[in-house]
């Protein structure tokens, strides 16, 4: 009869009936074929039971300290439970107290993406507000570029995976990857584009007026009614090859100019409507984790998606451009999210 190390769940069960019964460990052991000194052990170990934990007595946090604690989270922001302690010159604090203790006067949170506003911005983005507070949005085209990777943002393949099942394993690239470039834009409740910029074309002022000609001009401005251009107003952010004086000239001499030309407040993309429909083309071709293997593929994915968005989900997010006016002067200038 060999020796085995373990015993099995179904053995230990076996064993504890036996004892209640009055079998000896060496009857046991004849009955489940183990060695005698295993099921001695197994007995052995039983009888002795658990040994109680001895809990170490725990740091107190005076009320001092705990003000402390409070002002370093708030002057810390997105630093670690032990930086903020530390910082504090408080020392011998398990980390389950310090998290405890944390969690009473903050919150585990992402950075935010969001613009970094200064005092001139705030007054920039006021003074843009009420300058366009009784504007007609309907006749604003809201425009943007885009740009979608093959993998998709960072941390967005997040789910629920089956127990016993395993998450699938990311694809990995050495070289290859890159991404579309992609200009759209908004109006009403309809939607311009998507175009795609030319792969390898770098948008300096010359190449962004050239690609405006060659798809937003040629393929739907020209189409529209003498009536709709000359109530429309056309939207850009201050990228260089926006807001450069090359580009303003050229808009000027396709009839978009001075009022036709709305200006933007720095570093406001929360302003922008498309920004809203970026999110919702991105939701869907990166969901469940989607990769993809070719530039071609992805582009494709995205034209599917944006070919989804209907009428009323764009007349949603232009008809919110009031709200969002009123919410920075509100916020007298500051973020209001999208």
Same mark, same amino acid.
Request: proline letters at 4%.
């Given at each position: 009869?060999g020796?085995?190390?373990d015993?099995?769940? +179904?053995?230990?069960?076996? /064993?504890v009936r036996?004892? &209640?019964e009055g079998?000896?460990s060496?009857?046991?052991?004849? @009955?489940? *074929?183990?060695d005698?000194?295993?099921?001695k ?9 658990r040994k109680?934990r001895?809990?170490k007595p725990?740091?107190k946090i005076?009320?001092h300290e ?6 370093a989270a708030?002057?810390?922001p997105?630093?670690t439970?032990?930086?903020i302690?530390?910082?504090?010159n408080?020392?011998g604090?398990?980390k +389950?107290?310090r998290?405890a /203790?944390l969690?009473?006067m &903050?919150k585990?949170?992402?950075?935010e993406?969001?613009?970094? @506003?200064n *005092?001139t ?6 003074d843009?507000s ?5 504007t007609?949005f ?7 570029e885009m740009?979608?990777s093959?993998?998709?943002?960072d941390g967005w ?9 395993r998450?699938p394993?990311p ?16 109006i009403?409740d309809?939607?311009v584009g998507p175009f795609r910029?030319?792969d390898?074309?770098k @948008?300096?002022s010359?190449s ?10 040629k393929q739907?401005?020209?189409?529209k ?7 429309m ?15 303003t ?10 009022e036709k030309l ?6 406001s993309?929360?302003?922008n409507?498309?920004?809203?429909l970026w999110s ?8 469940e984790?989607k990769?993809?293997?070719s530039?071609?593929s ?5 034209v599917a998606a944006?070919r989804?968005?209907?009428g009323?989900q764009?007349k949603t997010?232009?008809?919110?451009m009031?709200g969002?006016?009123?919410s920075?002067l509100?916020k ?7």
């Amino acid at each position: 009869m060999g020796q085995k190390k373990d015993l099995t769940g +179904s053995e230990k069960s076996k /064993i504890v009936r036996y004892l &209640a019964e009055g079998c000896s460990s060496l009857k046991i052991a004849k @009955l489940l *074929k183990r060695d005698h000194r295993t099921i001695k052990r197994f007995i052995q170990n039983s009888q002795q039971g658990r040994k109680k934990r001895v809990e170490k007595p725990r740091r107190k946090i005076t009320a001092h300290e705990l003000r402390k604690v409070k002002c370093a989270a708030a002057k810390m922001p997105l630093a670690t439970s032990l930086a903020i302690f530390q910082s504090c010159n408080i020392t011998g604090v398990p980390k +389950s107290t310090r998290c405890a /203790i944390l969690r009473d006067m &903050a919150k585990v949170r992402k950075a935010e993406r969001r613009p970094p @506003l200064n *005092k001139t911005h705030k007054l920039k983005r006021q003074d843009w507000s009420k300058k366009y507070l009784k504007t007609d949005f309907s006749k604003v085209l809201w425009t943007d570029e885009m740009r979608v990777s093959l993998d998709g943002p960072d941390g967005w393949a997040r789910g629920w995976i089956g127990k016993g099942q395993r998450a699938p394993v990311p694809l990995r690239r050495q070289q290859g990857g890159g991404g579309v470039l992609v200009w759209a834009g908004i109006i009403k409740d309809e939607l311009v584009g998507p175009f795609r910029v030319e792969d390898g074309v770098k @948008l300096n002022s010359q190449s962004y007026c050239q690609f405006l000609e060659d798809t937003f001009f040629k393929q739907w401005y020209r189409k529209k009614s003498a009536s709709f251009k000359k109530n429309m107003i056309f939207m850009q952010d201050n990228a260089p090859s926006h807001a450069s004086k090359y580009s303003t000239a050229w808009l000027a001499r396709k009839g978009i100019k001075e009022e036709k030309l709305m200006t933007w407040p720095p570093c406001s993309p929360d302003l922008n409507p498309i920004e809203n429909l970026w999110s919702i083309i991105k939701c869907e071709i990166y969901k469940e984790g989607k990769q993809y293997t070719s530039l071609n593929s992805v582009w494709e994915a995205v034209v599917a998606a944006a070919r989804n968005v209907d009428g009323e989900q764009i007349k949603t997010l232009t008809e919110s451009m009031d709200g969002r006016l009123l919410s920075v002067l509100a916020k007298k200038g500051g973020y209001i999210g999208r």
